[in-house]
């Protein structure tokens, strides 16, 4: 009696935990970088995006004060003063020294001898005191390498540089209206060819029928790489070339069969005797299928512009191929944070942000539409 239909099954408790664990696995990596997004580089650098709700031991340089400028005699003895650190800083310096490769050669508050009568004291707020002669009070400053316990920080600027800043490598405003500029009309395009197809293929009877659909099926096999170049010969044949109309022509045809075949098998599930009772009042095919087929197919046409959206937004290779230019003026989102990884690769605040900002907006479209994504998968696996 274990087995009867509509009774629970023994291994609920078994899929539950195996769905926390997707849904774990796929959240640590974006939770990461949003956190990544807002740290500094030097937070980024000592502790890993999970310790960042916690002080950080960091190693520092930094600088003192201009001698020439701050620099004051008391008793005959000239006296450098001032702080290290930025103003509101709460960092709290352990060990500091004068060379790299001492740098924990004097403890917090300890006076070093740096010879001739020069001596530099450090406090752990980060206060000095550095005093010698006129002649070595000079230059920009004696450099200071410290280790010092920092308190968690945040800050707005890596969004600031990768939003508003005015750098061609850095400023990824262009590229997202440009990925938009190729991904709206990627998606709406095969949405409305697709439909009309689906639609003739579902309840229109013609010749070659079958065939047609068994054509379309074998097409999603296809490898997209495979008609890469003779698909860019034929642009450039004629007359396309390199332009936001080849890569929207590039993503239908390659998005066409799967909409197709999606549609298609919702479309066929639909109720016969609306259709059959449609055609007796004397509607047209073009009648029926906008004013019956289309808001009954709504969650099949949000199931396909979920998957469709996603890729092209997230394509690298087609644009590549049919869309990058030289002067970077129609460069998308992934190649210009591939441009980032080539020309900051040591700044992982400024690519995470970047990284960041290019997911959000599948994001945001995923979690609008997700309740059709099932309904549309699942449309026409049961009559």
Avoid: C
Avoid at 201 to 211: E, I, N, Q, S, Y
Avoid at 307 to 318: I, R
Avoid at 322 to 336: C, K, P, R, W, Y
């Amino acid at each position: 009696m274990d087995n009867i239909a509509g009774t629970k099954s023994s291994l609920t408790w078994a899929v539950n935990i195996s769905v926390v664990v997707l849904v774990v696995l796929w959240l640590f990596p974006t939770l990461g970088l949003l956190i990544s997004s807002f740290r500094t580089a030097d937070q980024i650098a000592t502790s890993g995006w999970w310790k960042a709700m916690f002080p950080s031991e960091q190693n520092l340089v930094l600088r003192t004060g201009d001698p020439d400028d701050e620099r004051v005699e008391r008793d005959g003895v000239f006296v450098v003063e001032g702080n290290l650190f930025a103003t509101g800083s709460e960092a709290e310096i352990s060990v500091w020294g004068t060379s790299s490769r001492e740098i924990s050669a004097y403890e917090a508050g300890e006076t070093a001898d740096l010879g001739d009568g020069e001596t530099m004291t450090v406090e752990s707020n980060g206060d000095y005191v550095w005093t010698g002669d006129a002649e070595q009070l000079t230059g920009r400053g004696q450099r200071i390498f410290a280790t010092a316990v920092t308190p968690p920080e945040f800050t707005l600027d890596n969004y600031k540089t990768v939003l508003f800043s005015g750098s061609p490598t850095d400023n990824m405003a262009r590229a997202f209206f440009n990925t938009l500029t190729v991904t709206i009309p990627a998606t709406i395009i095969p949405i409305v060819v697709a439909a009309f197809a689906a639609y003739a293929l579902a309840w229109m009877d013609f010749r070659g029928r079958a065939l047609l659909i068994a054509v379309i099926v074998g097409l999603l096999v296809v490898p997209l790489q495979l008609a890469l170049i003779p698909l860019l010969k034929l642009h450039l044949g004629i007359g396309i070339g390199k332009g936001y109309l080849g890569v929207w022509l590039a993503h239908t045809g390659f998005g066409l069969p799967l909409a197709i075949y999606l549609l298609r098998n919702y479309m066929v599930g639909l109720p016969r005797d609306i259709i059959e009772n449609a055609k007796v009042d004397g509607a047209t095919d073009f009648q029926i299928f906008t004013k019956i087929i289309l808001p009954l197919s709504f969650p099949a046409l949000a199931s396909f512009a979920i998957f469709q959206f996603l890729w092209t937004w997230n394509d690298l290779l087609v644009a590549k191929v049919f869309l990058i230019d030289a002067s970077g003026e129609t460069t998308v989102m992934t190649n210009q944070i591939v441009e980032l990884l080539g020309t900051r690769g040591g700044n992982w605040e400024i690519l995470a942000t970047a990284a960041f900002v290019s997911i959000s907006v599948p994001l945001i479209v995923f979690f609008a539409m997700q309740k059709y994504l099932v309904r549309g998968l699942l449309a026409g696996s049961v009559k």
